[in-house]
């Protein structure tokens, strides 16, 4: 990957409509989902993201036939539940936890061999967290010390168990359940705190007998998935971004059409308006299953919390901007509960507390948090590590420091937020 600089300027007020990209974590189900249905499915809205073309490239090594005919859309040529043919090739899936999670738990039960591999930052990441509950249903995978690569053993019968995550993770559950498919009897998934559901929608969506609630879901193999349209929604940890930048930034207003409202995502937007953000949902309305609302977005003054540990798993994924926001509130914020942060695509603690203090403000870094002073940020030079969401957090901080924010190692942004320099200049940022 070519080598990509950013520096963040900062501007005036942000105005104008922002239509972000395509879900991640919904693209890549849909791609999964429809590789292994009977039929062909379209999926709309697709992100064009690495991290989902990625999963698309793996499964069409597999021998599924996908088609791109407009940005956006995809025609996956569904193979039936055992219609994948194994290959040699070591499966790519690039920077992408969960194309790689996911893809442990589908290729489990398949009757072949892969290989699954990743990134330098991806081959990093713990893995025995899937692999130990996969063990459990029969499968074997080797792991490098409990890191990428993973080479699935194919031809393992599997059988359903029930389980109980230790940590809140919908990547686990998910591979837990796309096993299940494959396996004899009952597959249960218990969590500690909810997470996100898609794979449990959209298995129903499928036509998968599948029960759940929040914390719980359940299914038995021996069934079929029937191809079906999946519409995604925009991606609320895209649209984080900017719902910080016009909270934060004297005279903004923004509007984020079309955003997904998982209540299992928004867990960012409960906390900017407890920090006393000015957020409004407008048009609210269900879309392919999912709640989708337009997200109206002004500047206001924001003070420091407490955030409260619940709302931790629901934006796991939105930290790095919430460290910016707290980094400008008045007074202090504190995160607690928040660990994982350490095993994403970067130690987002450690990233996030570097570059700050980089940039003049107090942060203290805790095992499983930060507290931040809210006051001042300054100009100064930063580095992502590579972290898509770091970049975008720090390029949303240069709109309020006091001189130009510089961001090192930006490519990876491309895995989520393709073309986000271009809708971030076209509302009002000074990024290039
Ligand atoms: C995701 C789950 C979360 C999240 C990731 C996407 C998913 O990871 O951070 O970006 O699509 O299931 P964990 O399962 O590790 O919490």
Not at 395 to 419: E, Q
Request: charged share 20%; hydrophobic share 40%.
């Amino acid at each position: 990957m070519t080598r990509l600089d950013w520096t963040s300027q900062p501007g005036g007020a942000l105005h104008g409509s922002v239509r972000v990209p395509g879900d991640k974590s919904v693209s890549h189900r849909a791609l999964m989902l429809g590789a292994l249905a009977d039929g062909t499915s379209h999926i709309h809205g697709f992100l064009e993201g690495e991290d989902t073309r990625a999963t698309a490239a793996v499964l069409q090594r597999l021998g599924v036939r996908i088609e791109a005919p407009a940005e956006g859309e995809r025609v996956v040529h569904g193979v039936g539940l055992h219609g994948l043919r194994g290959t040699a090739q070591p499966l790519d899936c690039g920077n992408a936890g969960t194309g790689m999670r996911l893809l442990a738990g589908l290729l489990a039960g398949q009757a072949f061999d892969s290989t699954l591999v990743g990134d330098e930052s991806l081959s990093r990441r713990p893995m025995r967290r899937v692999t130990e509950p996969l063990a459990r249903m029969g499968a074997r995978i080797d792991t490098q010390d409990g890191l990428p690569p993973l080479r699935v053993h194919g031809g393992q019968p599997l059988r359903g168990i029930s389980y109980t995550l230790p940590v809140a993770s919908a990547q686990v559950k998910s591979a837990l359940l796309l096993a299940g498919l494959y396996a004899r009897g009952e597959t249960e998934v218990i969590e500690p705190h909810p997470t996100r559901d898609y794979t449990e929608r959209m298995l129903a969506a499928f036509g998968w007998p599948i029960t759940f609630e929040p914390g719980r879901a359940r299914l038995s193999g021996g069934h079929a998935l029937h191809a079906t349209e999946v519409d995604v929604p925009a991606d609320f940890s895209s649209a984080a971004f900017f719902l910080v930048a016009a909270s934060i930034v004297p005279g903004s207003t923004l509007r984020l059409p079309s955003v997904g409202l998982n209540p299992r995502r928004t867990g960012l937007l409960k906390a900017l308006r407890l920090m006393g953000a000015d957020i409004r949902v407008e048009n609210e309305r269900s879309s392919g299953g999912e709640p989708v609302g337009d997200l109206v977005v002004r500047h206001a003054p924001l003070h420091g919390i407490e955030l409260p540990e619940a709302l931790v798993p629901d934006m796991i994924d939105e930290f790095p901007a919430l460290f910016v926001a707290a980094s400008v509130a008045q007074g202090r914020t504190v995160v607690r509960g928040a660990a994982e942060l350490r095993v994403k695509e970067s130690d987002r603690i450690a990233t996030m507390a570097a570059g700050l203090r980089a940039l003049g403000v107090a942060i203290g870094e805790t095992p499983d948090g930060a507290a931040i002073e809210g006051g001042v940020i300054g100009g100064g030079a930063t580095d992502s590590h590579g972290d898509h969401r770091i970049a975008m957090s720090f390029a949303v901080a240069g709109l309020v420091a006091t001189g130009p924010v510089r961001i090192d190692d930006c490519a990876n942004v491309a895995t989520s937020f393709p073309g986000f320099t271009a809708l971030a200049n076209g509302c009002g940022f000074r990024l290039a």
